[in-house]
C-alpha cells in the first residue's frame, strides 16, 4: 500500500485536467480526491439547472470562475414547452452575487434572465469577463445596457438567438470609452438599429477583438466601415448583405474583405444579393465555418462562394442549396465535418426544392471527415441511408428530419427501419441520433441493439406500441437524454424500466399515452427523480387515472421538487395527499 | 388483433379496468393514425387550441389518412422540427421582402400586379400603373392629387388604408400591401382610417 498523494501534488496534476468528465471520475475516487478536486475546479457545467440546487454547487467548488447552466428542455425550441415552465436564471445568480463574487463567465442555455439579473450580474461580479446567452429569454435591451456600460473588465458579450425584448439600439452606447478589452461581441438576434459611429469607435478601440456578429440593421456601408477597422477578426456575422448593386459599394466591400486576411468564420448574410456575394471570395478559401442558413440564395448563385471554400469544416445552409450544389460541396469541401441543411419552408408547405436524400449521399461518399449531419429533406430511402452509413462510419451526429410524419422510403414503400439500422450498426461512435419518417418497432429494437454509444435520441411520429419504448430503455446503455413526441406507446414499459430513468439526465414524452396513474407510481419509486407533469388543459387529478397526460419531463435531481412551478406543472409533491391507494383497487 | 412477440402484457401493469383493452396498436400505419384518434377522442381532448400538443395529434390522426393532404400538415405544433428563433426569422424575412403586390382599379373587372421590388419611385410607379390600365393620367395624380378624377391609395403593413405619395419612396415599398386606384368622387376624407366602402 503506498503513501497517499499530498494535496498539493495532486493539485498540480489536476490543473492539468479541463475536462468534465474526467474531473468528475477523479472526484469518485476517494475522500480526498474529491475535496481536492473540488476547490481546484474553475469551470462548472451543470446540464439542467433543476438537477442541483446553487447552494450545493456554490458551496462545492469555492473557486468557480465559470458557470454554465442549461434550462429548459431541448423540445422547447420547437414550442412543446409552455411558456412559465421554469429555468429562471434568479435564484442563481442570487446565491453566486453573495459566494462566488469572483465568478468571470457565465453562459446559460434555454433559460429565463430578467433585467434584474443582468443587472445583479453587472453589480456583483467585480472582474466580470463574459456573458453569454443562447436561446433565453425574459430581458430587454436595458439589461444588457446594464452589463455593457458597468462590467470595466468585459471581454465576451454573446446574445445568440435569444429572444429580447427591443427598447432600441441604445444599449450599445453604453459601453465606455475607456472599455478595450472587448473580444467577441454577438447582437445578431437583436432588431434595433444601433448607432453605426459609437459601434465604430467601439471596434477602432478593441484591440483584441476577434467575433463580431451584428444584427440584421446594419447595412453594408456600416459592415465596410467595421471591417476596415478590424482587419484582425477571425468570426464575422455580417448584418443585412443587400442593397441596390453599386460597382463602387461593390468595389470598397471586396477590399474590405480582402484585409481580413484572419477571416476562419463567417454568417449573419441575411437578405443577400446575389451581386455582391463575389465580394466575399477573397475570404472564402480561409474559412472553415460558414452559416447561410438565413441567406436566400439560391442556385446557381451559390455556386461561386462554395467552390472557393476548400478549406470548410462546417456548413450551415438551407435547402436551396439542392443537390447540384451539394456535389460542389462534395467535390471541393475535402475537409468537411459538419452539415447542416435547413428547410426554407419553415411550415409544412409544399417544399418544392431539389433537395433530395442524395444530395447528403453524395456529400457522405466524398467528404472522408464528414461526422455531423443535420438534414431536412422531404423524403428519404432505405438505400441512401446504408449508403451513408457504408462511407461513414465515422459518424458521430446524425439528425435527420424526413419533413412529412410517417413517410416511408419513397421508393420501396417500406418503413425506414433498416435504413436506421445500418445507421445505428455501421456508426459505432454515433452519440446523438434524430429519427424520422415511418418507423415501426423494429427500428427501435435495433437502435437498442447496436446505438450503444448514443446519449441522445429523439423520436417523433415512430413506433407502433409499448415495444419501441421496452428497446431503447433496455437496451441503449450510453442514453442519457431521450426526447419523444407522438408516439403510441403506453405505461407498461416506462414502469418496466422505472430505474434506467435514474441513470439519465431527463426524459420527456409529449402525445404519448402515457398516464397520470404511471406518474404517480414512478414518482413513489423513484424519488430520485422529478416526475412533472405538463398539462395546460386539465389538472391531472380531475381525470381518471388511466387517461393520458400532454406532456411528461422526468429528470434526476438532487434538489428535490422545485419550489418554482406555474400552476400547469404538476407533481406529486405538490398534493402528496394524492396518493396511489386507489391503484390498489384496480 | 395480433399482439407483439415479448410477452410483456403478461408484466405489464394495468391501470385501467380489468379488460380494458384500449391499448392495443397494429404494426400497420393507417391502423396506427385511427387508433390514434380512438384515445384521443376517448379522453375527450379534442380541442381547437392551436397551442395544445394533443391536439396536433388529433388532428393528424383524424384527417391524415392518406399521406399527401398538405392543407392539414401545418397545424402541428413544432412540426417540423425548426427552433422558435429561426421561424421568427423566416417569417419576418417574408413580410419584408418587397414583391408583387395586387393593383385594383375601379371599374375595372380584373386585377394586376406589379413589382414593387423593381420599381424605384413613385414617378416610375405611376409610369407603370398607367401602362397597366391605359393611359389615364396617373403620373398627375400623384404630383397634384387635388385636381385629378381618380387617387391611387395603398393599404400599409397594419391594414389602414393610405394615400400613395405621402411618405419617401423606400417606406411606402416595404410597407404596401396593395394598391388600389380610386375614383376621388368615392371619399374625401379616407385619409388614415379604413373606409368600409373600399372592401
Known amino acids: 500500500m503506498g503513501l497517499p498523494l499530498p494535496s498539493k501534488v495532486l493539485e498540480h496534476i489536476l490543473s492539468f485536467i479541463d475536462s468534465n468528465e474526467d474531473r468528475n471520475s477523479v472526484s469518485l475516487v476517494c475522500k480526498s480526491w474529491f475535496d481536492t478536486e473540488r476547490r481546484t475546479r474553475k469551470r462548472v457545467f451543470v446540464g439542467n439547472c433543476y438537477s442541483v440546487s446553487p447552494v450545493t454547487v456554490s458551496r462545492r467548488f469555492p473557486k468557480m470562475r465559470s458557470l454554465t447552466l442549461k434550462g429548459k428542455p431541448h423540445f422547447a425550441d420547437y414550442n412543446l414547452v409552455p411558456d412559465g415552465w421554469g429555468g429562471y436564471a434568479w435564484p442563481w445568480i442570487e446565491v453566486l452575487a453573495k459566494k462566488n463574487p469572483l465568478l468571470e463567465e457565465i453562459r446559460l442555455k434555454r433559460m429565463v434572465i430578467t433585467d434584474e439579473c443582468l443587472e445583479m450580474i453587472a453589480a456583483s461580479f467585480k472582474e466580470f469577463k463574459a456573458l453569454v446567452l443562447v436561446s433565453c429569454e425574459g430581458f430587454t435591451t436595458d439589461g444588457i445596457a446594464a452589463i455593457a456600460a458597468t462590467c470595466r473588465n468585459l471581454e465576451v458579450l454573446e446574445l445568440r438567438e435569444c429572444i429580447v425584448e427591443d427598447l432600441g439600439g441604445d444599449w450599445l452606447s453604453y459601453f465606455p470609452e475607456s472599455l478595450t478589452s472587448l473580444v467577441s461581441l454577438d447582437f445578431s438576434c437583436l432588431d434595433s438599429e444601433v448607432k453605426l459611429s459609437d459601434l465604430e469607435r467601439l471596434v477602432s478601440r478593441s484591440p483584441n477583438l476577434k467575433s463580431l456578429k451584428l444584427n440584421r440593421a446594419v447595412t453594408l456601408e456600416g459592415l465596410e466601415s467595421l471591417l476596415r477597422r478590424a482587419p484582425q477578426l477571425t468570426d464575422l456575422g455580417t448584418g443585412s448583405f443587400s442593397a441596390e448593386f453599386e460597382p463602387e459599394m461593390f468595389s470598397k466591400l471586396s477590399k474590405a474583405f480582402a484585409e481580413c486576411k484572419q477571416l476562419k468564420s463567417l454568417s449573419g448574410l441575411w437578405d443577400v444579393i446575389p451581386e455582391y456575394l463575389p465580394a466575399l471570395y477573397s475570404v472564402c478559401p480561409g474559412l472553415t465555418s460558414l452559416n447561410l442558413s438565413y441567406a436566400t440564395v439560391r442556385m446557381p448563385d451559390l455556386v461561386g462562394i462554395l467552390r472557393r471554400c476548400w478549406k470548410l469544416q462546417k456548413l450551415w445552409v438551407m435547402d436551396l442549396i439542392e443537390d447540384k450544389g451539394l456535389q460542389t460541396v462534395a467535390m471541393r469541401c475535402k475537409d468537411l465535418r459538419e452539415l447542416r441543411v435547413f428547410p426554407s419552408e419553415p411550415d409544412l408547405d409544399d417544399v418544392s426544392v431539389a433537395l433530395t436524400e442524395e444530395g447528403l449521399v453524395t456529400v457522405s461518399r466524398s467528404c472522408r471527415k464528414l461526422e455531423s449531419i443535420l438534414y431536412f429533406c422531404v423524403q428519404f430511402t432505405n438505400a441512401a441511408l446504408v449508403t451513408i452509413s457504408r462511407y461513414r462510419p465515422n459518424i458521430k451526429c446524425f439528425r435527420l428530419c424526413v419533413i412529412e410524419p410517417f413517410a416511408p422510403d419513397h421508393i420501396t414503400r417500406e418503413p425506414l427501419d433498416e435504413g436506421f439500422r445500418a445507421i445505428v450498426e455501421g456508426c459505432k461512435d454515433l452519440r446523438r441520433l434524430s429519427v424520422s419518417g415511418l418507423l415501426t418497432d423494429k427500428a427501435f429494437e435495433y437502435i437498442g441493439k447496436h446505438a450503444k454509444k448514443v446519449r441522445m435520441l429523439s423520436i417523433a411520429f415512430a413506433g407502433d406500441s409499448d415495444l419501441m419504448l421496452h428497446h431503447l430503455l433496455s437496451g441503449c446503455e450510453g442514453l442519457k437524454k431521450l426526447e419523444i413526441r407522438d408516439c403510441p406507446f403506453g405505461d407498461s414499459a416506462l414502469l418496466e424500466h422505472a430505474a434506467k430513468l435514474e441513470t439519465m439526465r431527463s426524459l420527456w414524452m409529449s402525445s404519448c399515452f402515457v398516464s397520470f396513474g404511471a406518474c404517480k407510481v414512478l414518482s413513489q419509486k423513484l424519488p430520485k427523480l422529478n416526475v412533472e407533469v405538463i398539462d395546460e388543459m386539465y389538472p391531472p387529478e380531475s381525470r381518471p387515472e388511466n387517461s393520458p397526460v400532454e406532456r411528461i419531463y422526468i429528470y434526476r435531481t438532487l434538489a428535490g421538487p422545485r419550489l418554482d412551478m406555474p400552476e400547469f406543472v404538476w407533481t406529486i409533491h405538490k398534493n402528496p395527499e394524492v396518493g396511489v391507494s386507489n391503484l390498489a383497487i384496480k | ?199
Open chain 2, 1 to 199: 388483433m395480433a399482439k407483439e412477440g415479448l410477452g410483456i402484457e403478461i408484466t405489464e401493469l394495468r391501470l385501467g379496468l380489468p379488460g380494458d383493452n384500449n391499448r392495443e396498436r397494429s404494426v400497420c400505419g393507417s391502423n396506427k393514425k385511427r387508433a390514434f384518434s380512438e384515445t384521443m377522442s376517448s379522453s375527450s381532448l379534442a380541442t381547437k387550441d392551436e397551442n395544445s400538443v394533443v391536439s396536433s395529434a388529433n388532428i393528424l390522426a383524424n384527417k391524415v389518412e392518406d399521406d399527401s393532404s398538405p392543407a392539414v400538415k401545418s397545424q402541428v405544433v413544432g412540426w417540423p422540427p425548426v427552433c422558435s428563433y429561426r421561424r421568427k426569422k423566416k417569417n419576418e424575412e417574408a413580410t419584408k421582402a418587397i414583391g408583387y403586390v395586387k393593383v385594383s382599379m375601379d371599374g375595372v373587372p380584373y386585377l394586376r400586379k406589379i413589382d414593387l421590388g423593381s420599381s424605384h419611385g413613385y414617378t416610375h410607379l405611376a409610369t407603370v400603373l398607367e401602362d397597366l390600365f391605359g393611359c389615364l393620367g396617373l403620373g398627375v395624380v400623384l404630383k397634384k392629387g387635388e385636381m385629378c378624377e381618380y387617387v391611387i391609395i395603398y393599404e400599409d403593413k397594419d391594414g389602414d388604408w393610405m394615400l400613395v405619395g405621402d411618405v419617401p419612396w423606400q417606406m411606402f415599398r416595404e410597407s404596401c400591401k396593395r394598391l388600389r386606384i380610386v375614383k376621388r368622387s368615392c371619399g374625401t376624407g379616407f385619409g388614415l382610417q379604413r373606409d368600409s366602402s373600399f372592401e
